[in-house]
């Protein structure tokens, strides 16, 4: 069985995980699997990309099977993190096009933050999200300590990772953790509208998008609008600028490319 599948719908792509026996917890192979999947969605003709699960379960992170060691000898963690889940979170989030992450069950651990790293998320009201680490006396990884105060603040932050409880999908739209719950029985729908509508948008301004809020956690004001100044000038100078600017005088629907130039 494939661990992660490949649906190419032309212009963006589905990308499923799929050990759904096992929730979609991640092994070597699952991990080896999604970095493919993602390098592959890098190509220009893909203009967005779905990530869901397969089954009852968004991601219950790692597989803690997968990572056991003999002899009583203590693993090396961070061994895992830097050679997996690092360059996944780093993946997803240089990828120059929206992706959209449809949560259909539990996202646990790692799962919940893979979720969170994502452009926009949509669960379905019956998932749930729980920073699960410390019930196993660990830390949050998979960018989790980055993610959770800037999306909820410190406060909320904190309690999710300390008490590793779990919340619905409506306290995480609430919240700002995520953009919409929906029905169940709606989920894959509206998110494959979602990410067709996104593939249609004018893909080289989502990817300036992107890059200006990844940077602006970082940057002062001044940098950042230096920033704004530096990535509208590339903006301006595409393609899709042109075709929007002529669309709006002309009062029709603009027909974007995507191209760089």
Not at 140 to 151: E, I, N, Y
Not at 153 to 176: F, N, S
Not at 180 to 186: F, H, I, M
């Amino acid at each position: 069985m494939d661990e992660v599948l490949i649906d190419d719908r032309g212009a963006w792509r589905v990308i499923t995980l799929n050990r759904p026996d096992r929730l979609n917890s991640f092994n070597e192979a699952m991990h080896r699997a999604l970095a493919f999947a993602l390098d592959a969605a890098a190509d220009p003709a893909c203009r967005a990309v779905l990530l869901t699960g397969a089954g009852r379960g968004f991601c219950a992170g790692q597989d803690l099977a997968d990572v056991t060691v003999s002899d009583g000898a203590v693993p090396d963690l961070g061994v895992t993190i830097e050679t997996f889940y690092n360059p996944l979170i780093r993946r997803i989030r240089a990828l120059r096009k929206p992706v959209v992450c449809a949560v259909n069950g539990i996202a646990a651990g790692a799962g919940a933050n893979i979720a969170l790293s994502c452009d926009i998320v949509l669960a379905a009201r019956s998932a749930k999200f729980i920073q699960s680490f410390a019930k196993i006396g660990l830390v949050p990884d998979s960018g989790g300590t980055w993610f959770l105060p800037r999306l909820i603040g410190d406060a909320r932050a904190t309690a999710l990772a300390m008490l590793a409880e779990p919340i619905t999908a409506d306290t995480a739209e609430q919240w700002g953790l995520i953009w919409r719950a929906v029905d169940d029985n709606r989920l894959i729908n509206e998110a494959e509208a979602l990410t067709h509508r996104l593939a249609e948008q004018p893909t080289q301004g989502l990817a300036l998008i992107k890059q200006a809020l990844a940077q602006s956690a970082s940057n002062t004001l001044d940098a950042q609008l230096d920033l704004e100044r530096d990535l509208q000038r590339q903006a301006g100078r595409t393609p899709d600028y042109a075709e929007g600017v002529d669309a709006f005088i002309a009062k029709r629907a603009p027909k974007f490319s995507g191209r760089p130039g």
